[in-house]
């Protein structure tokens, strides 16, 4: 597509053409679509990195009350789960275990020394 201008007072015609192609409408959907995909994408990225995707099912309630606790040396997150276990009351150490690592967003249950674990207390 070219735009034509012409100066009458001088006679002198000026041709603009546009270095873009001119889309089609299945193009201009298909930009739309991927912008839009994107978007979305990234959106949702941005989000669970905020922590809005906190709210899961099966997660430790809003009201639960937690204890930091700094692993030591030698230390597994089973030993850190029966203590944790034994202060409550001598619950089941492996549902202690799993809520830990839930609550402290772990895949597997390879803890570091000197990593720190939210333990519910």
């Given amino acids: 597509m070219s ?8 006679g002198t015609v000026f041709t603009r053409t ?13 930009r739309f679509l991927v912008v839009l995909s994107l978007t ?12 809005a995707g906190g709210a899961v099912s099966g997660s430790a309630p809003a009201s639960a009350r937690f204890i930091t606790v700094i692993v030591a040396p030698g230390e597994t997150l089973w030993t850190v789960a029966s203590d944790a276990a034994a202060a409550a009351g001598g619950g089941d150490v492996r549902a202690m275990v799993d809520e830990i690592m839930s609550v402290n967003s772990l895949n597997s249950a ?12």
Avoid: C
């Fill in 3 to 10: 735009a034509i201008a012409v100066n009458t007072v001088s």
């Fill in 18 to 30: 546009s270095s873009y192609p001119s889309l089609t409408r299945k193009g201009r959907l298909a």
């Fill in 40 to 51: 979305v994408v990234l959106g949702a990225g941005f989000a669970m990195k905020a922590g």
């Fill in 110 to 121: 390879d803890v570091q020394a000197g990593q720190s674990l939210r333990v519910p207390a």
